[in-house]
């Protein structure tokens, strides 16, 4: 299968003297979903902004469905990645919750009839359909949240990409994010993109690459991640609580109780 993502031997600075990515190199499935981790400054949001053409490598190539981003093409190619970003209420505009998820359709040669159906599609899957009249502001973080996917959701985009979005959430919230998530990762041919401090989220993904030290440190699933201590602690990745206790459990030979997770399950 061809990839949908290819990043080939990127090097990127924002100072000439600084570099942040050298040599980064992967691939990403269509349909899959990978997470992208890394400490604080790494470069996931980097990644991000190379790949919706915010920046541009000064080295190496990045492809989408084979075809190299150019300036020319890059402005098409935004059109098919929708984006979650961290701050909730970043993310608000228009005056009710239907019209700031129709906000990404303005300008877009997008009917008035397609448009409304495109904003019902994408609130119901993000369980925010009875909100639509609903002023935005006044949202708690996990429905401003779930109101920014689906702004995301109604210009129907080939990739996802969710940047730290569950960090400022509640435990709740970000359960309730994850199960959405969850649900859209049955949608046939959706590839996404998490980018994530937060290792409960890890288990939703296939494949996890991992950065460390301006380079592709790891990729692999999370189950493998969570065996590479020494880079978990460089990116300041601490394991789940519940892998975290039942590992402490293990070295203490207490049993678990039958009906406890099991890393299996977890991870
Ligand atoms: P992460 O998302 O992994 O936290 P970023 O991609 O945001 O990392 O940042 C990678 C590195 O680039 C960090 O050292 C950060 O300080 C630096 N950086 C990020 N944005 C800018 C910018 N606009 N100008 C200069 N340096 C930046």
Redesign the pocket.
Known sequence: MQPKIEFRKVDFA??TE?S?LKHVSFQVQPGQTVALV????????????LLTGLLTPNQGSILVDQTTLTPQNMAELRQRIGLVFQNPDDQIVGATVAENTAFGLENRNVSRPEMQRRVQMALEQVEMWEYRDREPGLLSGGQKQRVALASALAITPEILIL??ATSMLDPQAKQELNQIIQRLQQQVGLTIIL?THDLEMLALAERVIA?DRQQVAFTGTAAELFHQEDLLMRMQLELPFSLQVQRDLAAQQVPLPANDLNEKELI
């Open positions: 924002y100072q600084v942040v890394g400490a604080n400054g790494s470069g996931k949001s980097t990644i991000a902004k940047d730290e980018i950065l």
